[in-house]
């Protein structure tokens, strides 16, 4: 298959983020231009806000975009706030499938704000993680949708034995980030090679592993890693690109690849500069890369 028809862009690459305070957040209209600019023909959701409530269809349509899926952050292993938290699956997962999108990408939050300070649950706290994922299932395939859980550092699933126990506990699909999965001191490609076909969606973000290093360590807060550069363009740092598309071509079904490098903007760039240069970076490397994997795959 074409992987034009694989690779989606993410309003995160352009700075957009749901943390409060995050950084300069650039209009949806420049960002879904850059987007189609770069021949990209889908992207992911964005935060609550990011497309202007009732437009969003109109931008989406007016930049030769479909959606393939939304990401969100929620509780999921307090049972005093379950419902409250499953108010905003029903909301979000309304919203992208009426939007077009297959895919619920799911974070457990810690119900901290922002990324910075991790979770770790007691078995009593996977259990409850567990129904309150297989809920999440439920609304969303009421919806059409299929549900990915996504480990992420500064929630209660970053590392890879939370990846393992996940696993264990629910059914639910994997949305494989390379970037989190490194930051958590996990393999992206044995990961996607155990999970196998649970990996249903993939955010692929290259990595500076010593700045993980430091942020697995404690000596440097997340949002100061990214704005420092964390995340490279895709061949720019120290992730094994082809090995991971090898494995998740050799062990998944065909998955979106969604092209992320978190960004954090104290201005907003000039036109034809700013995250538009590393993301056409990012998409030259991986139409290479994709080429040479699928030499040796015979995709």
Known sequence: MDLAERVAGAPITWGICEVPGWGHQMPAERVLSEMRSLGLRATELGPEG???????????????????????????????????????VDDAADRISTLGGSVLVLAASTGVEGYEEAGRLDAAGWAALGRGIDRVMASAGERGLRVALHPHHGTVVERPEDIERLLDVSDVGLCLDTGHVMVGGGDPVTIARTAGSRVIHVHLKDVDAAIAARVAAGDLGYHAAVAAGLYRPLGEGDLEVRAVLRAVEESAGAVWYVLEHDEVLDHEPEAGSGPLLDARRSLAFLEQAWEEVGSTTGR
């Open 50 to 88: 990011f497309l202007p409530e009732g437009s969003e269809r109109a931008l989406l349509d007016a930049n030769g975009l479909s959606l393939v899926a939304g990401f969100l952050p929620v509780v999921l292993h307090d049972s005093s706030s379950l419902d409250r938290e499953l108010g905003k």
